[in-house]
């Protein structure tokens, strides 16, 4: 069972939040008062609360900080999975920016304050439209209104073919392709002829048309369409370490900015 931690974060930040106003409030007179007739220092008045208080107000301050920078700011990610080699690899851990389109409620996703956009090249963050829980993360590569087609392993945006140039040409052929303003690189697989991926689309509004840069390894728009502007949730930027297995050495020498 997939754990929702962004819930239960929330959860645990207005339960704790809830018991350090009631203490306040209620519970931290009352002890005051049945100490009053005895010379009970102030700080051992503190310790006689009871331990789910005391808990209280030791987790909230940190769940509060946690919360706010994870939902507003910055929230860390691991790649799973191959489906955007070269540019990210198995076991990269990346940061993913949530202020970049939009400052959004935690768990609901609704956008309160409009910030920006995703741009065509971007490497986003969003819920998997299947089932608007499990995240993914691929690159933005039709805005709305545009129209893409892809056969034969070529890309085109309206009208235009993407361009791209051969770096290495071996079972897994390395391009570099050109994405609006961002110059990244691709593979495709010289033993996949038949992708099984070709096709047209028309980004409708408020969405986005999503692909893997390793094209013939991606479970991307071309099989399951849109992500729509509600499952957004950030644009990735950095990755600061690439720890593939749990019983691997991590490794710093990754460090950098995505492209």
């Known amino acids: 069972m997939d754990l929702d931690f962004p819930l239960i974060l929330v ?16 519970w931290k007179k009352d002890r005051e008062a049945e100490e009053q007739n005895n010379d009970t220092a102030k700080d051992e008045l503190k310790s006689t609360a009871p331990w789910l208080i005391e808990n209280s107000r030791s987790f909230f301050p940190v769940l509060a900080i946690v919360l706010v920078l994870r939902s507003f700011l910055i929230e860390p990610f691991q790649i799973p999975s191959g489906s955007m080699l070269p540019t990210l690899e198995v076991g990269d851990f990346i940061l993913v920016n949530k202020f970049s389109y939009g400052v959004r409620l935690p768990v609901v996703g609704t956008k309160v304050l409009e ?21 993914y993360i691929k690159r933005v590569v039709g805005l709305p209104g545009d129209h893409l087609k892809y056969q034969n392993k070529t890309l085109w945006i309206n009208g235009e073919k993407v361009p ?6 071996l079972d897994v052929q390395r ?85």
């Open 164 to 169: 791209e140039k051969l770096l290495v040409n």
């Open 11 to 26: 959860t645990l930040t207005f339960i704790t939040g809830i018991i350090c106003l009631l203490d306040e409030i209620f």
């Open 175 to 259: 391009f570099e392709e050109q994405l609006g303003d961002v110059l990244h690189q691709t593979h495709k697989h010289t033993r996949r002829p038949n992708y099984g991926a070709n096709g047209e689309w028309t980004v409708p509004e408020k969405s986005y048309f999503m692909m893997g840069d390793n094209r013939d390894n991606s479970n991307d728009s071309r099989f399951w369409g849109f992500v729509s502007d509600d499952l957004v949730v950030g644009k990735a930027f950095a990755i600061w370490m690439h720890w593939p297995t749990l019983l691997s050495i991590p490794s710093f020498s990754r460090v950098g900015e995505i492209h």
């Open 115 to 135: 910030v920006g956009d995703p741009q065509r090249g971007d490497i986003m963050v969003f819920k998997y439209p299947e089932d608007g829980k499990t995240n």
